[in-house]
């Protein structure tokens, strides 16, 4: 192509700029060939003409097509020159944020300073096993280049990472490494990946220090190599380190630093341990004080340090010897800060003896004192003659002091890295290893001196190494491709390496002249001048005398010869490391014991010193040595040469880091910076090298499908895409040599594709241009259309608007007429009505008052009849109450009257014997009664009656002594005396009444006052009582309430919540509910069996005479039982809490039983003491008199009355509250975690326990008034019976006759005499009623201590975990009934030998039955035998298969051998689904029948067992791991479904309930076949994943489902011949279906649960969605509209396929949310404000950072669309900030989902199953 082809207008270039390095600009007219200047217009607006040297034929750089700006791969670029490299690189890092870019082998990182979410694990899993270039540029993608070329090439890999200070080198090393430690862990466990990355952070506070350009900048080279054994795994590693800069411990520049570890120990220094270093704060130090500022942002040197310590630790540094290192890092901060004093002369000078820092000095490295303090001001001077001791200047004496810390500390540097390499060293063989080169790229400043051009030089091995391999690569693609091969001149830069390293060289001649005595820096730089001043490499400055220059590949750098020859020497004196070695502690000596003249390779940095075998103590005199040792830059170019074999003996992979900026902000770009290091780094010479060959090269596949629209019709026609292509090129690029032709791709000269592009964008611009015209035209038309049937229309609907208009006017006229005839009319008739109204009006007023007056005469008329009326029935009413009065006076003399007489008759009445008689006839009955009903013993009364005669005999005796002692005493004294005597005694009877009288009103008073209190009391008890029943119904109304309207809410509330619990712990959550369910269902039948025998032994009946006293409340049996009982339950479910008070229900049931049979027993001593209280209540009225008065007995009538009120009123109260916690206990149990549950299930406690303590107190307050009552009730019986028999002498009305003394004395002894009798009958049932008592009191405490060890026993229950408390209840109850089982086993033996002797019968009467039919059988002929066998087989047929098979126990091993270990699923294809989980059921449920639970153990053992080995053995086999998925939830299912659990037998049918397993209960092993099921489940997925996964990023992404969409865009990375494998590995979405189909079909044909099914095909559908995510994230090349067409298509032909396979409602849709929100976010439109809040309110699935990822890598694929703009992501990142996702940028492919295993019985029965003979199960008997 001409010139005038290339620059013509609307074309753009790239113009150099002093500010930006390069500015882009347009050609606003066409060049010609002879043109002086270009007319350009720049992005600004401005125009200005570039002048073109025509000599030189030197026009600007063309700039790309926006289309290619932001490849992956600078090579891809159609223009390979600096400013495309440079604008790519730009783009991609402030547009996109992008910090790696490929330029060939070279990874290009530039470092953001700034923490990126592109290092976590799943970052590494997704790079792992993917070729480079699929994916986007990043370090893991290089590390696992190396990784794969290691393991398919077995040859030693190397990545090169290089970079100035700053740039990020340490960081990429250190991901490279972490990369090799996650994709290749060790085998073993020793951890060694853990080691290598331990390592880091001890390197970099030992080697690492704050520059201007870099806080944590490398002061040295480092090569780790990571060794692999043959599988790969890491085995150990290795460490060589190169050139520290030793000058740094003794210097530093202003805002630098020393390295980290000084400033780590001074922050750490206040630690107990570190008190003996005495160290202080780092500013008190002179070496770590010269650079001013000691801290760095952000930084904490104290937790760094612990860092280290834990990474010494780790890689096995004892703690004694971090200990000495650290004593080592201070004793070099002492010596800094050494005062030395200087002597008057100025040549020598002397320290302190006092000087504490050389004390500790001294005591850290354990040396001397008076050694080192002589040593440091003097040195030794041997010659031939004599040894001379010299002391030092003050100058000297201070460089002597800074090399001697210089020396230490790299000796130091040297023993850690050592140590580190024997931490890392292994024993076992290294098959390949991988190393990670670290080292300094090149540098220069404004000052260079030794250090720098050590630096400078190593670079320049690497480059030279770098261009050749890069050389060689080129020249193998081309190879490969079979293109003709034409040299490339590249830059060679051997003569600069000569110059440096060849002989007399600049090396050279620097050790030379170090060798000179007085060699100086000027007399070498003399030399230099006059040897290399020809050399074109070499160049001396013209204002210095002391500098050179040296023209390296990548810059000239000015060095100043000032230091070189010192640095290169770097002596230390022979007399301080003497004292050294003598250290008495072991790790200092060993620093410098073991020096050598030669420098090992490992440590190329080892400071070599003179030999010296005196120690200091006792110097000697020794000739000096003649031998000099070996010089820096000597070692330096060894370590170098050793370093360029291992790399050119490995296979290279470059790193190069870019710093962007020197103020370390994050993502800004100095152009001037970058381009200064893609000048020394390399990269563009590699686009030199690229550009000189073929660059750009396609796949004839993808050259056909992006420029197809260059062909014509007839071409495309063709089916050889390669010859396609060759003749379109032919006619579109004319010259020859602009392409060739490869055997797989197509290669093109630099700027072929950008013509290709150019004129695909003319041919669509054309073909836009005319489907624009023709839209337009369309549109025009359509538009004139519309105008035209507008102006009809308004023209219509006008001419329609006069027209009415007219009408309208007409109608309004006539209306008008027509309102004025109306409105007259109306006004006239308006003033006819008011007149008339009037006139009525006035009628009606005069009308009204005649007929008021009228009214008013009527009324006073009817008032005055009233009057009259009343005033008579008044007069007629008092004269007949006048009458009235008088009689009734009359009638109340003459009653009164009558009264008289009637109370004189009851008094003479009252008087008579006959009376008495009758009282007394009536006493003895009730008496008799009374005895009858106390003990019903006869014997007793008939002993009563005999005491009572010979009392009465004996009482008689006494009457008649007492009558004969009366006569005796009359005769011997007067009637005088007796009269006066009998008189005393009726006087001292008389006062003892009063007295009782006045007792008896204390007394009454007491008891009305008592009497009173408890009528208030019981009024407040009903009151409680009323109270608490409106409580109860409120309660009731509240729960009725709520669960018709909060109840609903709650539950659906809670569905959700534990809808998301059962996503997150599903498998574990139904593990224990199944657990759970087995526990309460065997809790239930033990707790039946523990009532039953509660029942069986009762309690222990109370005697039927028992009396009641103390117990005679209403609440006899609630205190000991009940009520605590109820106490109890309340306390258990309080302490453990709400939250499980459904779980603990059962304890309230069993409470609740308790208190029933207490109940019942409380009864039965109720009525029984209410017997003994009657038989009391009887004995009592016999001893009462006929005087006693009735208001005591009304008084305990009525108290006894209330308190059976009361107690009805509390058992009501009671049972309701116990019917209303029932109800709650079941409502909790069908929803324990209702909120408004629980709170009324709080107050209901709370209720119940306020009801039980208002019992307790009402029970006592009762008992209390009971005693006080029945003691009252006593003492008036007492006082009453005196005061009746005083009476009897008194009242009557004959008393004042009178009466015979001896009469009146025999009478009151009698009296006595009875009232004697009487109490001791009554002390005698009260004397029973006590023993009675005692003993049901034991009783209680017996029944105490019962309940007291069952509630110790809850206790201990509620203590443990839930799920162990059932289990805890069942297990106490069954040793409780282990005694009573013994006797039933008793029985159980003794029948087992009834039934053995039986069986031996039997077995004899068999063996006669078989013996008669053996010889029947002998008898007949062959034909009758066979007709016999026919007849024998058909009852066989006859009979009932019982679903069981038998075999032997020695046959079990080729049971599960033939069944499980040998069987192939295609075996059994043809017969039932899952038929060996049927026989493995069958077999099990034979070992239940006959109760051998050894037999089930083994089977099942063997079976589980059996199935993991064949699994093992067949781990990448869907099939068989499908079919034993299968066979084990089968298995399962008949476990469950033949338990015997009502739960699992609701679909049962009886034959299947007959099959039901008898005797054991398999849970637990269901429990294993659960396990097991779901690590079968896991390793299916893990072998569909693995065949699915390769397959999906090629079928969901690459692959065009949809024919000429995609339009794919220039590929963005040339991808390497070596990361390709030989084959195609494209696949089809129709692949990734079929293999689905056929999982599909594998796990239908086998029988697998459907539920399972969706839960496989739901995980693999999130594995695919996971995947291709992460591949859209991490691939810019895919992120186009039109890869979100095809993914949308891709997406919806997978949905059909799962509504073909009836799968839509397993979930899988949902879980590719993520991907489809993902494709129609490339597809939205991406400019607005309102764009962005569509794709935020659209894109709920995507993470915040997952969205603007795929905006920073979206592609337009042709040059019409637009990129998205750096302002639309800063608006989306804005509208998505208050989200709070997860950080994580992928998904975790690896996930899976719990999976369930429902319940799924089977319709077979067991006895239809069919053993088909290719099984070999011969052996198995049907019975």
Known sequence: MSVSELYTKYTRVWIPDPDEVWQSAEIIKDYKEGDKSLHLKFEDDTISEYPVDLKANQLPFLRNPDILVGENDLTALSYLHEPAVLHNLKVRFLESNHIYTY?????????????????????????????????????????????????????????????????????????????????????????????????SPIMEAIGNAKTTRNDNSSRFGKYIQIGFDKRYHIIGANMRTYLLEKSRVVFQAEDERNYHIFYQLCASASLPEFKDLALTCAEDFFYTSLGGDTTIDGVNDADDFEKTRHAFTLLGVKESHQMNIFKIIASILHLGNLEIHAERDGESCSISKQDKHLNNFCRLLGVEHSQMEHWLCHRKLVTTVETYIKPMSMQQVMNAKNALAKHIYAQLFNWIVEHINKALHTTIKQHSFIGVLDIYGFETFEVNSFEQFCINYANEKLQQQFNSHVFKLEQEEYMKEEIPWTLIDFYDNQPCIDLIEAKLGILDLLDEECKVPKGTDENWAQKLYDRHSSSQHFQKPRMSNTSFIVVHFADKVEYQCDGFLEKNRDTVYEEQINILKASKYQIVADLFQDEKDSVPAPSALKEA?????????????????????????????????????????????????????????????????????????????TIRISAAGYPSRWSYHDFFNRYRVLMKKREISKNDKKLICKTLLENLIKDPDKFQFGRTKIFFRAGQVAYLEKLRADKFRAATIMIQKMVRGWLQRVKYRRMREAAITIQRYTRGHLARRLADHLRKTRAAIIFQKQYRMLRIFHAFQKIRKA??????????????KIYHKILLEHKATIIQKHARAWLARKQFLRFRCAAVVIQCYFRRMKARQELKALKIEARSAEHLKRLNIGMENKVVQLQRKIDDQKKEYKHLNEQLSTLTSAYATDVEKLKKELEQYRQNQGDDNQLVNLQEEIKSLRLELGKAHSERKVIEDTHDK????????????????????????????????????????????????????????????????????????RYDNLRDEMTITKQTPGHRRNPSNQSSLESDSNYPSISTSEIGDTEDAIQQVEDVGLDKAAMDMTLFLKLQKRVRELEQERKKLQTQLEKKEKESKKSQAIEMKNEMDSDPDTDLAYNSL?????????????????????????????????????????????????????????????????????????????????????????????????????????????????????????????????????????????????????????????????????????????TRLTNENLDLKEILEKLEKNEKKLKKQLKIYMKKVQAFDATQATAQTERRRQELTRQATVPRKEKDFQGMLEYYKEDEPLLIRNLITDLKPQTVSATVP??????????????????????????????????????????????????????????????????????????????QNDHCLKNFDLTEYRQVLSDLSIQIYQQLFKIAEGMLQPMTVSAMLENESIQSLSGMKPMGYRKRSSSMVDGDNSYSLDAVIRQMNTFHSVMCDQGLDPEIIQQVCKQLFYMINAVTLNNLLLRKDVCSWSTGMQLRY?????????????????????????????????????????????????????????????????????????????TFIRNIQAHLQERNDSPQLLLDYKYMFPVLFPFNPSSLTMDSIHIPASLNLEFLHEV
Not at 103 to 125: H, K, M, R, S, T
Not at 630 to 641: A, E, I, Y
Not at 664 to 685: H, I, M, N, T
Not at 839 to 852: E, H, L, W, Y
Request: glycine share 4%; with cysteine.
């Open 103 to 199: 330029c060939g082998i070279v990874l290009v990182a530039i470092n953001p300073y700034e923490q990126l979410p592109i290092y976590e694990q799943d970052v590494i899993y997704a790079y792992s096993g993917q070729n480079m270039g699929d994916m986007d540029p990043h370090i893991f993608a290089v590390a696992e280049e190396a990784y794969k070329q290691m393991a398919r090439d077995e040859k030693n890999q190397s990545i090169i990472v290089s970079g100035e200070s700053g740039a990020g080198k340490t960081v990429s090393a250190k991901y490279a490494m972490r990369f090799f430690a996650s994709v290749g862990g060790s085998a073993s466990e020793t951890n060694i990946e853990e080691k290598v990355l331990a390592s």
């Open 609 to 685: 010193s003179f030999k010296i075998s005196v120690r200091p103590a006792k110097p000697s005199v020794k000739p000096a040595n003649k031998e000099h040792k070996k010089t820096v830059g000597h070692q330096f170019r060894n370590s170098l040469r050793l370093l360029m074999e291992t790399l050119n003996a490995t296979t290279p992979h470059y790193v190069r880091c870019i710093k962007p900026n020197d103020e370390k902000l994050p993502f800004k770009f100095d152009p001037k910076r970058a381009v200064q290091q893609l000048r020394a780094c390399g990269v563009l010479e």
């Open 839 to 852: 006139t009525i009006t006035i009628q009606a007023f005069t009308r009204g008052m005649f007929v008021r």
């Open 1010 to 1081: 008592e009497k009173d209190l408890l009528r208030k009391r019981v009024s407040d008890l009903e009151d409680e009582n009323a109270l608490l029943k409106q409580e109860k119904e409120d309660l009731n109304n509240r729960i009725l309430c709520q669960s018709e309207d909060e109840f609903a809410q709650n539950t659906v509330k809670e569905n959700l919540l534990l809808k998301k619990e059962l996503e997150e712990e599903r498998s574990r959550y139904q593990n224990l509910v199944k657990e759970c369910s087995r526990l309460e269902q």
């Open 1202 to 1374: 209330k308190r059976q009120e009361l107690e009805s009123e509390n058992k009501k109260l009671k049972n309701e509250l116990n019917e209303l916690r029932k109800a709650i206990v079941d409502r909790a149990t069908q929803n324990n975690s209702s909120d408004d549950l629980q709170d009324s299930y709080i107050l209901l406690l709370n209720q119940l326990k306020s009801a039980n303590e208002e019992l307790e107190v009402r029970k006592e307050e009762v008992l209390i008034l009971r005693t006080q009552i029945i003691k009252s009730a006593q003492q008036k019986e007492t006082g009453k019976n005196m005061e009746s028999n005083i009476n009897t002498y008194t009242s009557w009305p004959n008393s004042d006759k009178h009466v015979d003394p001896e009469d009146a004395i025999e009478a009151y002894h009698g009296v006595c005499q009875t009232n004697r009798l009487l109490e001791a009958q009554l002390q005698d049932q009260r004397r029973e009623h006590e023993e009675e008592v005692e003993t049901l009191k034991t009783q209680m405490e017996a029944l105490r201590e019962e309940m007291e060890k069952q509630q110790h026993a809850f206790f201990q229950t509620l203590q443990l975990s839930p799920e162990t408390q059932v289990e805890f209840g069942i297990q106490q109850e069954i």
């Open 1474 to 1551: 899952c038929l060996p989980a049927y026989i493995l059921y069958m077999c099990i449920r034979h070992a239940d029948y006959i109760n051998d639970d050894l037999k089930v153990h083994s089977l099942l053992t063997s079976t589980i067992n059996g199935i993991k080995k064949v699994l093992k053995k067949h781990n990448d086999d869907f099939q068989m791991t499908s079919f034993w998925l299968a066979n084990t939830c089968r298995l399962l299912h008949c476990l469950k479904q033949y338990s015997g659990d009502t739960g699992f037998m609701t679909k049962n049918t009886a034959k």
């Open 1690 to 1766: 891709n997406i919806s032909q997978l949905e059909e396929w799962l509504r073909g396979k009836n799968l839509q409602q397993s979930g899988a849709v949902e879980t590719m949310e993520p991907l489809i929100q993902a494709a129609q976010l490339l597809q939205l439109k991406k400019k607005t404000s309102e764009d962005a809040e569509a794709i935020c309110s659209l894109c709920t699935s995507l993470t915040t950072q997952q969205i603007v990822k795929i905006l920073n890598l979206y592609t337009p694929v042709n040059e019409f669309e637009e990129r998205v703009t750096v």
